[in-house]
């Protein structure tokens, strides 16, 4: 029996295989808890959640408040509310600042803040006492990374939302916290993540040495769900001291790319 039995927990965005939110999810599930995954595509959500165990809604928009609704409603229905609520959604925006246009802010703020907060709503109306809501943020939302604005402002403003929501319902016993990832291997970063010069540009930066793995916010994730943990309103930086320095930029980037590029070719 792990820390989270007798616990059902959602966890938005798990659409797309072998992403961060089905990382933690299969955590949380081998922790004990009953998981449902949600997120707009059926076939991936329902064949993930057949192989942990667990219950699948699909076609469910961040951006619909009548999909979280739906949301809400499965949980209560299916297991008489919810006590674990992460929202691991995210779009990798990356584009200069005078090249990032209307329609790709509204995408961003409709995903990343207004939806952020329509997920939240809809996972608090059917929240039991002492559950614990989870954001998944970024180290950006302190630090800089080039050519990331709308991604960084969106994810700022969710953390202070949270910090909202554990000051109002801290008097249910209910928790809200934020997880801050730095650069990590995913299906969004898949093609930065193969690069080898990349990763070891990003891993100069953190004092532990290394880039963060999404079993490393899964853990933390399965800490902050758990009844042991005595922290609300906070942002948790589970990305290996990253925020005590800084992410490299654009031109260190491109240098070291270039340079294993040429070495590469020295060496046929």
């Not at 499965?74 to 008489?80: D, R, S, V």
């Not at 290394?210 to 933390?220: F, K, L, P, Q, Y």
Request: aromatic fraction near 6%.
């Amino acid at each position: 029996m792990g820390h989270l039995a007798g616990k059902t927990a959602v966890v938005m965005g798990a659409a797309n295989r072998g992403n961060m939110a089905q990382v933690i999810a299969r955590k949380l599930r081998s922790d004990g808890a009953d998981v449902i995954v949600a997120g707009r595509k059926a076939e991936e959500l329902e064949r993930f959640a057949r192989e942990i165990d667990g219950l699948a809604v699909s076609d469910c928009d961040m951006t619909n408040e009548g999909d979280l609704a739906r949301l809400g409603e499965t949980a209560k229905n299916a297991y008489g509310g919810v006590d674990v609520a992460v929202n691991a959604t995210g779009w990798g925006l990356l584009k200069p600042f005078l090249d990032t246009s209307k329609a790709d802010i509204e995408q961003m703020t409709a995903l990343q803040f207004t939806g952020a907060l329509l997920f939240y709503q809809a996972m608090l109306r059917v929240m039991r006492d002492g559950g614990s809501l989870i954001q998944i943020s970024s180290a950006t939302a302190s630090i800089m990374l080039e050519d990331h604005a709308a991604y960084m402002g969106t994810k700022a403003g969710a953390d202070h939302v949270i910090r909202c929501i554990a000051n109002e319902f801290g008097h249910r016993g209910i928790r809200a916290n934020s997880v801050a990832p730095g650069f990590t291997a995913t299906p969004m970063t898949e093609k930065a993540a193969k690069n080898a010069a990349i990763i070891d540009t990003f891993a100069k930066e953190y004092p532990l040495g290394r880039v963060g793995t999404s079993e490393d916010i899964a853990e933390a994730v399965s800490w902050l769900a758990g009844d042991s943990c005595f922290m609300t309103g906070q942002t948790l930086q589970v990305n290996g001291g990253l925020t005590l320095r800084r992410n490299p930029t654009n031109a260190e980037i491109m240098t070291a790319v270039k340079q294993a590029r040429m070495a590469e070719a020295q060496a046929r």
